[in-house]
């Protein structure tokens, strides 16, 4: 057990890798931080603008990576909390600089390991938390105060933040110094998804809940994580993935003014995550119009007056669809093209995918060579020395043009049809995606888009790699670990606490402080969502 404070030490990604002070190539050439169009250029600084300026087309930061590396931050969670937090800590000593939490699918849609709809999905896809004990097993021997958390949650997301709040009160960290992101992003779950629980009204609530409570107790907290990384994933271009994320923005930012946010209280702490696909110069220019776009929406639309809510702070992960269970090892190259994609367009946090994922979860050997891909970006390929490197060549350019009027042609339909909820309700937006999807699944078929070792170049071999699978008593031992929750926790308290967050959910007041104490007196993951799904009822999608 890692307690120890030379133990956490070794652990804590905050102490910062030092950068040069000298940026040159390997043959001694000088590299200036940004390239600037010479007299005589089809673009002007004034056409380009300046990394760090409005509208932010070239990065958000002037120094960019020269600064500080985007934040390596791989997606991890299986079974129970204990192997995940060994897996987090195995990747916090490997150099990983951030922890991201995957939960599997019962957490998701707010069912306990015992439920009867949990049986045969509890730690299969993420890890399993369903009470304050499994959060405080997560996190044990990891440094909260120095460690940013990105918790990939949406419909039961306050409840999940309402432990991770609580395990940072037990460790006696700050709460107002606690650092990381918490997706919240419903909308993209009816859109894309699935894993909603409540209807669009109350769903929409939760979030502004989160939103409000962070701004007065958690101010480095990022309070929603919108997401086109799924949309990207159900088989949208890269197009309908800007302005689809753009439209579900939108839809966030007049939630939260409705519920008497003001914009520039609220607008600095959201954050966006896009897909790394395989088209890399269109990947590259997507993440350049989608910043830009970002910066004239919330500035134009909504008079928004703080630069810091003008930019676009964004993760980004290599493209799950991608990759392939034929030759496997293939997919490390595809990750490789695709995070640099990330890093040249500008990203402020990475993850790269594992090799193997297409048959398994990733493996550690599988994990390790994807953080090292994200190193050798950072330390042996020169990239990061030069703000936004390719900005100003004709391909660049046109293509960031292209997809900023194409998506915003998109943006202008949406609105006309009522906003994103209605063109979600209405199957607008999904129509748009499963059409997509389909033409280029057809384009894969007939030949005319070359999927390496599947369509073309195949090999007979077949490659016997390492398989990490989940046992079934880890399901068993979850559920033996609730209910002994259940047993020794005070009965009384639990149902005086249920019973008036029945009335508060009928209500209107912030349901995080409740959501806090119901965590800390024990109240499980599923009771609380049981509870809310009587008051609110469930959603059923009509598409």
Not at 234 to 252: D, H, K, R, W
Not at 423 to 446: F, L, T
């Amino acid at each position: 057990m890692m307690n120890s404070n030379s133990a956490k030490d070794k652990l804590d990604p905050a102490k910062k890798l030092e950068r040069r002070t000298k940026f040159s190539t390997s043959s001694g050439i000088p590299l200036e931080r940004v390239f600037l169009p010479k007299k005589g250029s089809d673009y002007s600084v004034d056409e380009l603008g300046m990394p760090g300026q409005y509208p932010y087309t070239r990065g958000i930061y002037p120094t960019m990576y020269r600064g500080r590396y985007w934040t390596m931050r791989q997606y991890a969670g299986y079974a129970s909390a204990d192997e995940t937090n060994r897996r987090f800590k195995f990747l916090l000593q490997q150099g990983q600089t951030g922890l991201s939490v995957a939960f599997d699918l019962p957490t998701q849609i707010g069912y306990d390991p015992d439920d009867a709809l949990a049986e045969g999905e509890v730690g299969r896809v993420g890890v399993s938390i369903s009470t304050l004990d499994d959060m405080h097993r997560l996190f044990d021997g990891i440094p909260m105060e120095k460690v940013s958390t990105s918790m990939t949650i949406n419909a039961p997301a306050a409840i999940l933040l309402a432990m991770y709040i609580s395990v940072g009160k037990r460790q006696q960290v700050d709460i107002n110094k606690l650092r990381g992101t918490i997706q919240n992003d419903i909308l993209k779950e009816y859109l894309a998804r699935g894993t909603y629980i409540f209807p669009p009204a109350p769903s929409m609530r939760l979030v502004t809940d989160v939103f409000r409570y962070c701004d007065k107790y958690l101010p480095y907290w990022n309070t929603i994580s919108i997401s086109g990384y799924h949309i990207r994933e159900a088989g949208s271009t890269a197009v309908q993935e800007v302005a689809f994320t753009l439209a579900n923005a939108i839809a966030y930012v007049e939630a939260a003014i409705k519920s008497g946010l003001k914009i520039d209280d609220f607008a600095p702490r959201i954050s966006f995550f896009f897909n790394a696909h395989n088209q890399f110069l269109e990947e590259i220019a997507k993440y350049r119009a989608a910043r830009r776009m970002w910066a004239q929406i919330i500035r134009n639309r909504f008079g928004c007056e703080d630069p810091k809510s003008q930019m676009m702070r964004f993760h980004a992960q290599t493209g799950g669809s991608t990759l392939t269970a034929q030759q496997p090892e293939n997919n490390v190259t595809r990750v490789a093209i695709q995070a640099l994609a990330a890093v040249l367009g500008g990203a402020q946090s990475i993850h790269t995918n594992s090799m193997d994922e297409a048959l398994s979860l990733p493996t550690t050997s599988a994990v390790q060579v994807a953080l090292c891909t994200q190193q050798i970006i950072a330390h042996e390929s020169g990239v990061s020395d030069i703000v936004d490197p390719l900005g100003g060549g004709y391909a660049i350019e046109l293509l960031t043009d292209e997809i900023q009027s194409r998506a915003e042609k998109y943006i202008r339909h949406i609105d006309d049809i009522g906003g994103s909820l209605a063109a979600i309700e209405s199957g607008y937006m999904q129509g748009e995606i499963h059409d997509a999807a389909y033409a280029y699944q057809k384009d894969i078929e007939q030949g005319d888009q070359v999927v390496v070792g599947v369509n073309k170049f195949a090999g007979d071999d077949k490659l016997e790699i390492d398989r990490l699978i989940v046992d079934k008593e880890i399901e068993e031992r979850q559920c033996e670990r609730v209910r002994a929750v259940r047993k020794h926790r005070d009965s009384e308290k639990t149902s005086a606490l249920l019973d008036q967050l029945s009335n508060a959910a009928r209500g209107t007041d912030n349901l995080m402080p409740l959501f806090i104490e119901c965590v800390e007196h024990n109240v499980t993951l599923g009771e609380i969502c049981h509870t809310l799904r009587n008051i609110w009822g469930e959603y059923r999608s009509r598409i």
